[in-house]
């Protein structure tokens, strides 16, 4: 069994910066892959990043660019940097993981099914 447990969000500019972070406990982390997913008001749940067991990424086209997601093994620690926050950007952040996928391919076509997910953490962007 893995826990998430999120950190890190909050009220933003648009333009600047922020950090989430997401720790879990159980599993060592540097055997799955881990990831987040956004979802804003009124819209379907997106995914947002995801990091391997061995560190390859994968971004959404929309934050392309403008995140980087960085697996901490020693900490157990994902965290999720987001740069030139848009307002299209707010949401509720969640992270997930699941100890039965490693490949990044198998862990975003069972977002679905995911066995782990934190409590959610919120974005809020102002102009």
């Known amino acids: 069994q893995v826990q998430l447990v999120e950190s890190g969000g909050g009220l933003v500019q648009a333009g600047a910066s922020l950090r989430l972070s997401c720790t879990a406990s159980?599993?060592?982390?540097?055997?799955?892959?881990m990831g987040w997913f956004r979802q804003a008001s009124g819209k379907d749940r997106e995914f947002v990043a995801a990091?391997?067991?061995?560190?390859?990424?994968r971004y959404a086209e929309s934050v392309k660019d403008r995140f980087i997601i960085l697996k901490d093994r020693a900490s157990n620690t994902v965290n999720l940097y987001m740069f030139s926050i848009k307002l299209e950007d707010a949401a509720v952040y969640y992270c997930a993981a699941d100890p039965r996928f490693d490949r990044i391919d198998d862990y975003i076509s069972r977002a679905g099914s995911l066995e782990a997910w934190g409590q959610g953490t919120l974005v809020t962007v102002s102009s």
């Open positions: 159980g599993r060592a982390s540097r055997m799955y892959a």
């Open positions: 990091v391997s067991g061995n560190g390859d990424t």
